[in-house]
Nanobody, 121 residues
Framework: QVQLVESGGGLVQPGGSLRLSCVAS????????IGWFRQAPGTEREGVSC???????YYKDSVKGRFTISRDNAKNTVYLQMNSLKSEDTAVYYC???????????????WGQGTQVTVSS
């Protein structure tokens, strides 16, 4: 069992930056893939990025070059650094964890409660 808590969301202007954090508690953190997902109003939840236990990273095409995922296993934390934010990045962002994962939400059993990111002038 893994418990996840996200933080770092907020209101930012277009072109700005935010860093989201996902802190995990429970079983051995380093064996889990951690994914970031987002859901905008009226849309389905979509995978944004994920990082494996050994640090391999994957990104949705629309965020490549703007978002960076990283993990600190000593702190049981995964970060999502978001730069050059656009209005279309506005969504609730969730982190998720499982032993096997990718950018499909069906592969994850454990989810955080989400944090709101709003990009607006």
């Amino acid at each position: 069992q893994v418990q996840l808590v996200e933080s770092g969301g907020g209101l930012v202007q277009p072109g700005g930056s935010l860093r989201l954090s996902c802190v995990a508690s429970g079983e051995t953190f380093e064996k889990y893939v951690i994914g970031w997902f987002r859901q905008a109003p009226g849309t389905e939840r979509e995978g944004v990025s994920c990082v494996t236990g050994d640090g391999s990273t994957y990104y949705k095409d629309s965020v490549k070059g703007r978002f960076t995922i990283s993990r600190d296993n000593a702190k049981n934390t995964v970060y999502l650094q978001m730069n050059s934010l656009k209005s279309e990045d506005t969504a609730v962002y969730y982190c998720a964890a499982d032993v096997y994962g990718g950018l499909m939400e069906s592969t994850y059993r454990y989810w955080g409660q989400g944090t709101q990111v709003t990009v607006s002038s």
